[in-house]
T-cell receptor
Framework: AQKVTQAQTEISVVEKEDVTLDCVYETRDTTYYLFWYKQPPSGELVFLIRRNSFDEQNEISGRYSWNFQKSTSSFNFTITASQVVDSAVYFCALSEARGSLGPSGSRLTFGEGTQLTVNP | DAEITQSPRHKITETGRQVTLACHQTWNHNNMFWYRQDLGHGLRLIHYSYGVQDTNKGEVSDGYSVSRSNTEDLPLTLESAASSQTSVYFC????????????FGPGTRLTVL
């Protein structure tokens, strides 16, 4: 069975601080996808990034960066110079591969989420 | 623009009543999913469908049912609502061909009294 663990339930930082959200996953699949979603106070779920299990390159998008390490089954998310607008719940999720058809349409297993509060 | 909508956005009902939550997407996606979000549990999969007439149970399917009669809609029915089903419900869809990431609807907040 798949499992995603986000050990940090809540994090509170002051604006401009860097913050890292941890995500550890468990799966028996050799092919899988990892995701991060953001849920702002308005409640919608916003897709941030997808990573496949064969691509361990770190990715940077503006103030956001992601560190994928298969050796430790981790997919951590760092926000540099945090801003008040980054305050949200962040979810890490795992998608299994759907047989020979690949991960298309596969179900997501979510972590419990990390509530990030950025204070001015 | 293509989108995924849910209705109603808020619903209050009583224990034992049947409730149906609507999900409609105009992406023409084959895959549709229903999740519920509860504090301390993240999002958990209720039911999913990979196409018309296809439905599958997810992690927390007891007390829920779905049917898929067309590509655009996947209504979620609570046969006899229970207080434990008070939650926020999210519908999502993805493309079979290209869709690895799922696109989520705005959510429905359901309260069962």
């Amino acid at each position: 069975a798949q499992k995603v663990t986000q050990a940090q339930t809540e994090i509170s930082v002051v604006e401009k601080e860097d913050v890292t959200l941890d995500c550890v996953y468990e799966t028996r699949d050799t092919t899988y996808y990892l995701f991060w979603y953001k849920q702002p106070p308005s409640g919608e779920l916003v897709f941030l990034i997808r990573r496949n299990s064969f691509d361990e390159q770190n990715e940077i998008s503006g103030r956001y960066s992601w560190n994928f390490q298969k050796s430790t089954s981790s997919f951590n998310f760092t926000i540099t110079a945090s801003q008040v607008v980054d305050s949200a719940v962040y979810f890490c999720a795992l998608s299994e591969a759907r047989g020979s058809l690949g991960p298309s349409g596969s179900r997501l297993t979510f972590g419990e989420g990390t509530q990030l509060t950025v204070n001015p | 623009d293509a989108e995924i909508t849910q209705s109603p956005r808020h619903k209050i009902t009583e224990t034992g009543r049947q409730v149906t939550l609507a999900c409609h997407q105009t992406w023409n996606h084959n895959n549709m999913f229903w999740y519920r979000q509860d504090l301390g549990h993240g999002l958990r999969l209720i039911h999913y469908s990979y196409g018309v007439q296809d439905t599958n149970k997810g992690e927390v399917s007891d007390g829920y049912s779905v049917s898929r009669s067309n590509t655009e809609d996947l209504p979620l029915t609570l046969e006899s609502a229970a207080s434990s089903q008070t939650s926020v419900y999210f519908c999502a869809s993805s493309s079979f061909l290209t869709g690895i990431e799922q696109f989520f609807g705005p959510g429905t907040r359901l309260t069962v009294l």
